[in-house]
């Protein structure tokens, strides 16, 4: 590597490196580059490393506002689709009051530069953002699962791991488009997006043109797909093919290939080589039968969840409970419904569109994926403590914080409630925004933020959680939850304790900031969607926690969870 | 998938999702490649979208196993040189043996520059603040640098002289900071 060498030696060279990067050199110091970048490895080098510089930081400060153009491309009718990812820049040009209120922040002597600067600091940028997954768990019907392994989802990624299913069925599709049906009780073993070996169970491939050449393995066989519809079955060592429809092309304990048309089954024993047998096509599972059980599990689920929504909605705890079921632009308080407070806790929404829930079809959330989407309530009162519950499906944590729910502004007793980047959950409240923060001069008044260890990570993107968090002055502490079960537990020191909380104006979803005058505001939005959000004038306890998860979550599972 | 939003249904099967996934992932490095081989950031754009049409059109001779840089770069380093000769003659615009070399070496040095990428975030943290403020509002998209110096009370050569000094000391930082980072580990 060649460093550019400070301060006389190749200096002009590096000035015209500049001068051409910022667009104002003069066209013979232009030439000069030009030779002496032919001439020189190490010059190049040292442009190159400019340049990435260059790119680096206009992305860097331009990626906010990409964000709001990446949204208007994807709720734009994308056609074709693909403009999406290089074009958001010149989808949504916001840059005219960005530049001024960046000249005014300049100007000011960089009092708003928090406001423009990109979200995070240094730690925040991960160095390559990767979800580990070649596959997904597209639907799951009455699922089971071993005792000695995890529920799984829907929408989980699932990565070169040993797939168990005790009984149910589930549905995997592969990134390269293939598309596999399990029925429990079997162990698959899945290598990549093109591979997979069926250790034990019953398994449909649905192969398409785009996936042709997914490579199926049995105990002693291997089956490579041609495009096409075709089971494998695995019992006691001893494996069975049947072709539904296409051709695939199979080699049996190292024998020679044999292609396999549509209509026809081969038995595949360990100790001999395949034998042709009559197809029986009801041993391998059946995708209707998914498509029925997966449909008729959500109606039963949904249910469940509406019995439960009503139940909570008469607790006298709860302050505000909504499920974004949106009516005329706002999503109703379900708590006040019949009280003199009815309408007041309403919350109004902005930008946040109304989407697909956790039941799609039959229940509605709200999805906050644009930089200015919120919603937002206004609860007035004093509290002497809080629970907050959600139903949230993220689908990444883009920014620094990622708002839950948070007061307006910061002042003293309002709660901020929020996820970090690093999927750390964040509760906090405001002990006195009159005194210094304690981690920055600079900062919002004097607080704490009570954070769990990091429960999220890109693999989880969409998948629904539950997560609650309770601010509980009487026994001075403060407790994370995710699904139900508790993950985080902290003391209330004497120095940051407070009993006299408000929430006031609020968002969820984002966060409303105080400088109201100003066009500029920090971007909080939650990439993702939430499908019901509660909170209580109250600490729960424990075991009230699970309950909420357990009466409201989808589907069941064996080991009890 | 069961639980994409409404406005987001892949429309041509399941590869458009891996595309958009994986070309989310790399933009920032493309970017950066094609900034190396063309004059002004709003040329990197137009090029940046055109190879992203492009990859998408190939998207299905893509194996998914292989290095998706590479492939990219060779796409991208196709659309910059078609883009480059739509360019009128007097924009400075690298000539055919530079651009070749460029584009060839850059190429062969992503995994540097990624390293690097990452090294700027601590080394912006480090600068001076008012260092700090004044490189993200030379970058910040629609200001002008002209009247950015004319606010500050400065000339504009005074104003790219100090900019000119922060770049410098932003690479040298990087410069320290990379040679520390064990290569093999920095794009992991």
Redesign the interface.
Known sequence: ?N??S?PSNGEPE??WI?E?L????SPAD?EAL?DR??ES?SF??T????????????????SE?DEAAMFAW??A??S????????P??VL?T??P??AA??A???LG?AL?GV???SG???S?L?????SG?A?I??LSDPVWPDDSGPRF??DLVAGELFRLASGTAEI?F???ASMIVEGPAEIALR???EAECRSGAVRMLV?P?ARGFRLHGPDTEIVDLGTEFGLDVRDGTARVEVFDGEIALRHRGGPERLVEGGSAWELPASRTETPVDPEANRFPDPIALETGSSAQRATDFHRWTSYRDRLAADDRILAYYTFEEKAGLVPDLANRTGPLAGEHDGAIILAQQ??GRW?GLKPAM?F?RPGSRVRVRIDGEFHAFTFACWV?IDSLDRRYNALFLGDGYETGEPHWQIRDDGKMMLSVMVDDTRPSPYQPDDAGFHRVYFSPPMWDLSMS?RWLHLASVFDPENRRVSHYVDGVRIHRQEITDEYFIDHLRIGNAEIGNWGQPFREEPTFAIRNLNG?MGEIALFDAALADAEITELYEQSRAGKCANGR | MPDQPDSFQPRTGDSYETFVSILAHYEPDLRRFIRSLLPTHADTDEVLQRTAIAIWRKFDQFDLETNFMKWACVVARYEALSYRRSMARDRLVFRDDVFDLLAEEGAAEEEQRKAEETALESCLEELPSKQRQLVTLAYTQGVKVVDLAEEAGASPEAFYMRLSRIRRSLLHCIESKVSRIDPTKATA
Not at chain 1, 22 to 25: E, L, V, W
Not at chain 1, 47 to 62: K, N, T
Not at chain 1, 80 to 87: D, E, F, G, N, T
């Open positions: 590597m460093p550019p400070e590096q000035l500049e051409y910022d667009g104002r050199i232009f030009q970048l032919a490895p190049r080098a442009f190159r490393r400019y340049a990435a510089l260059d790119s680096h930081l206009w992305e860097r400060s331009s506002d994807e709720s009718t994308p074709p689709p693909l403009v999406a990812i290089a074009r820049r010149f040009r840059a005219v960005l530049a960046a000249l922040a300049f100007a960089g530069m423009l600067a990109p600091p240094a730690g940028i160095p390559e953002a990767s979800a070649f997904a597209e639907r829907e929408g599709r990134f390269s488009g990549s997006a093109w398409p785009a989407v697909d799609p999805e994926r499906r969409g969607r």
